[in-house]
Structure formats: C-alpha cells, structure tokens
C-alpha cells in the first residue's frame, strides 16, 4: 500500500479530485467501453477495437476543457459556500446576544418556569412511552387483522378484490409472456428468413423521395446448413451473401448482422447500376448491417444511406 500512497495523496487533492470527476461524468461513453465491452461488443457497434471507437469520441471540449473548468470553479464554490455559512452563524449569534441583552429573570419565576417544563418532559415521555406502546399493539391487530381478511376470503368483497387482483397479475403475466416471446423471437435469426419487396428510394431537396430501385429480396437456409443466405435479384441477374453473425438490441428495437458476398452474376452496363451494385455491396451483402424495425406488424425495417452527395434510404418490407 505505500506504493500507491503518494498517488492516493495527490488524488485527495480537491481540483485533482473534482477533474477526475468530471472527466468521468463528460466522457463516461469511454469508461463504460473500456471496463464493460469487449471485442466482439465493439464489433457489433462497428469498430475494429477500442481505440477506433475512443476516436470517434474525441474533443477538446469535452476531454479537457470542460472537466478542467469545473476543477478550476470546484475549490472557489466551497470556499463561497463556506463563507456564507459563517457568515449567517455569526448573524444568528449577534441576533441572539441582542435579544438577551439585559434581560433579567427573577430566581423564583426561572425555577417555577424550571419546575413547569421539567413536568411536561416527563408527561411528554410517558405519553411517547405509552404511543410506541399502542403502536406495537395496533401493529400486532394489523396483523391478525389481514390473517382474518385472508380467510374470510369467501366474503363479496374480499372475493371481487382478490378477482381484480387476479386479473391485474393475468394481464401482466401475458404482458410478460408476449415480450419475452416477442424477444426470444426477434434474438433468433428465423425472424429474418422470409420474402421480402426491397426498394432504394433518393430524398430530394425538397424532402419528397424518388423510387431508384424496386425488386424482390429472400433470405433463407440451404439445405443442411445453418447460416442463412440473402438472395437478390437485379434484371434476372443474381447477387448472394452470406449471414455470419446476428443480434438484436432490444433497447433501441434494432436489428444487426453481418453479411459476406459469396456470389455476384450483376454485370453493370450504366453508371446508375454501378451505383447500385456498390450501395448493395457496402450497405447490405458485405458490410455490418444495423436495421430499425419500422413497424412490428408487417416486419418492414429502414435504413438510411449517405451515397456520394445523395441521402438514400433502403426498405424491406417482407411479403405476406
């Protein structure tokens, strides 16, 4: 312990202090990487190791800037708030010393007035004494009380209570059953395999979107395997990629997973298809993909794109 002693020392002082904290408070996205993620999470958020991830976290302001100001003002607000609570006892006593200020009591009327309060303490504590007492013996009634209300159960009104209650704990068991089983279905990647109607569409400056690419999407197992498969097809020409790895993020009622070309018969003959081969390619069949589910009811997820100086966004609403 004496070697960590000087470090200990100088963590006690006060600004050294306030900026650890403060630091910690402006940048926790750090710290909670650093001691709760490991690899594999940092590569479902997208990055290839932590250090990638710290850098997107960079700025002065917030690094140092921040923490370092609020070291700074830390001591001066202490000293302020110190101030002023001396201040007002010394007011409290000066006001105190000037309303007894030669005031006289005569030695009879102090010991009568003496007498007088020593009485009501003491009546004071019997009744306090006496209230713990009946507190305890109500505590005891309450208690045979509800044993009574439990078996007079068979009573009308104890009957529709208990049937109210009944039904609120149902309804909350089916609340329970339908997350978890929206939950457990959603975590699985059976919840991907399907047909789908996938579309590209290009915002306009004016925020109305334009229809680029419309054509039918399926994601399903080969026979005897595991993985599952994306399939597309673009002018009778076939794209497919590989699922490697999936999760859902129950918090954010977001999907991922990650893709690997593994066949590519899309031969473009324009620059407009070549566009559209490299958006499938990045932003779908060999990329990590990160889908928000648009609508639980009819499966349809959105994502939107950033493609040279375009804002796009990608639709796959599965086929009923």
């Excluded at 600004?15 to 690899?39: G, K, R």
């Excluded at 229809?211 to 497919?240: A, G, M, P, T």
Aim: proline share 2%; aromatic share 12%; with cysteine.
């Amino acid at each position: 312990m004496d070697v960590f002693k000087p470090f200990l020392q100088r963590l006690s002082q006060p600004i050294l202090l306030s900026f650890c904290i403060a630091w910690i408070f402006w940048n926790w996205e750090i710290v909670v990487a650093l001691c709760w993620y490991d690899a594999k999470n940092i590569s479902r958020l997208g990055y290839d190791n932590h250090m990638e991830y710290i850098e997107t976290l960079k700025d002065p302001m917030r690094n140092y800037i921040w923490p370092l100001c609020i070291a700074v003002l830390y001591p001066f607000i202490i000293l302020v708030l110190n101030n002023f609570h001396t201040l007002v006892k010394k007011w409290e006593e000066k006001l105190f010393t000037k309303i007894v200020k030669n005031a006289t009591v005569p030695t009879d009327l102090y010991l009568d007035a003496q007498d007088q309060i020593e009485a009501k303490e003491k009546r004071i504590s019997k009744f306090i004494s006496k209230e713990t007492e009946m507190e305890g013996q109500i505590n005891d009634l309450t208690i045979k009380n509800k044993n009574l209300e439990n078996k007079s159960a068979t009573l009308g009104i104890e009957y529709s209570e208990t049937l109210s209650i009944k039904k609120d704990l149902e309804d909350k068991l089916k609340n329970s059953d339908a997350n978890l089983l929206e939950f457990e279905e959603k975590s699985s990647i059976d919840f991907l395999i399907g047909d789908y109607e996938f579309a590209i569409y290009e915002r306009l400056s004016n925020g109305n979107l334009v229809n680029v690419v419309n054509s039918n999407l399926h994601i399903s197992r080969h026979e005897n395997q595991e993985d599952c498969f994306i399939s597309f097809k673009y002018k009778e020409q076939l794209i497919e990629s590989q699922i490697t790895e999936y999760f859902y993020n129950i918090l954010n009622n977001n999907i991922g997973f990650k893709t690997l070309l593994i066949k590519s018969d899309i031969l473009p003959n324009t620059d407009g298809e070549l566009n559209i081969l490299h958006i499938l390619k990045n932003e779908l069949m060999n990329n990590f993909v990160t889908l928000s589910i648009l609508n639980s009811k009819d499966f349809r997820f959105i994502k939107n794109i950033k493609f040279k100086d375009s804002d796009l966004r990608m639709d796959l609403i599965r086929i009923k």
